[in-house]
């Protein structure tokens, strides 16, 4: 398995320098984001990451199906991730609409449009990708908290149009995680696998909280040696949301994060 460096580990790196930072330091993946690439234009990105021998390992992210447009934006998400050459875009489903309490509901708007999207993903050489998130998100992010919720929405759809997404982060306290990934591997689901660490106590920004690789509590490498074990031989995204990360020089936070993925993933 390769390491990838999403692009939000290094929030305030420029596209520009990301890539050539990334070339420099021999790292061949990235997984990018769709608000910096439309920023930059997405032509320009996907000729960028070209030109530095970068492949797109995912774009983050689809989702939100609470949304009105939700449909026409994921639509734009997979022609962008067709555009860039990502075989994988990432899919955070959104909370519950304002008001609401019905997370049933909730869940099968999900797989409603997942049903929608699926073939259209299919057309375009683009999978779609499941991520639970961690249950604290269920309510005004992720109203898929489980591995099981995403593999049973992924269940009635093509593997190759519609898989799950691994997370350390969002995973790590799951008991069934073992054997989702099992399951997972067995039903071709998995799609991408992403680490990140669980710090406690948790920062004050919940959301910016993931800890760097090796000073949380998340079991890396038995991840690893699960996800191995499906047969799954794609990359590793390093997928860190943390203020302390983002303040420091793009290189420096590239440098630190794969010596900590050498160390505790690899």
């Not at 309490?101 to 797989?111: E, F, Q």
């Not at 050489?125 to 929405?153: K, N, Y």
């Not at 000073?215 to 890396?220: F, I, R, T």
Request: hydrophobic content about 45%; glycine content about 10%.
């Amino acid at each position: 398995m390769r390491f990838s460096l999403n692009q939000w580990t290094t929030r305030h790196w420029p596209l520009p320098d990301l890539a050539k930072g990334c070339a420099a330091a021999g790292v061949t993946g990235v997984g990018l984001w769709r608000e910096p690439v439309a920023e930059y234009g997405l032509e320009r990105a996907a000729s960028l990451v070209r030109d530095h021998g970068l492949a797109v390992t995912s774009l983050c992210r689809g989702g939100f199906f609470q949304e009105e447009n939700a449909v026409a934006d994921n639509r734009r998400a997979i022609e962008e991730a067709a555009a860039l050459g990502a075989p994988v875009l990432v899919l955070v489903s959104g909370g519950l609409p304002g008001g609401s309490r019905d997370l049933d509901g909730s869940r099968a708007r999900v797989a409603d449009i997942l049903a929608e999207l699926a073939p259209y993903a299919g057309e375009h050489g683009v999978r779609l990708a499941i991520e639970p998130l961690h249950p604290m998100f269920c309510s005004d992010r992720c109203v898929v908290a489980t591995l099981a919720q995403a593999l049973d929405l992924a269940a009635p759809l093509p593997a190759d149009q519609v898989g799950v997404v691994i997370d350390t982060y969002h995973l790590w306290w799951d008991p069934d995680a073992w054997h989702g990934i099992e399951r997972a591997g067995a039903e071709d689901r998995l799609a991408l696998f992403q680490v990140a660490d669980w710090v406690t106590p948790l920062p004050a920004g919940v959301l910016t909280g993931r800890g760097m690789l090796g000073d949380g509590c998340v079991e890396l490498r038995r991840f690893r040696d699960a996800v191995a074990a499906t047969g799954y031989d794609g990359p590793v995204e390093v997928e860190i949301f943390n203020d302390d990360l983002w303040s420091m020089p793009g290189p420096d936070a590239l440098a630190l994060t794969l010596s900590r993925f050498t160390r505790h993933v690899a």
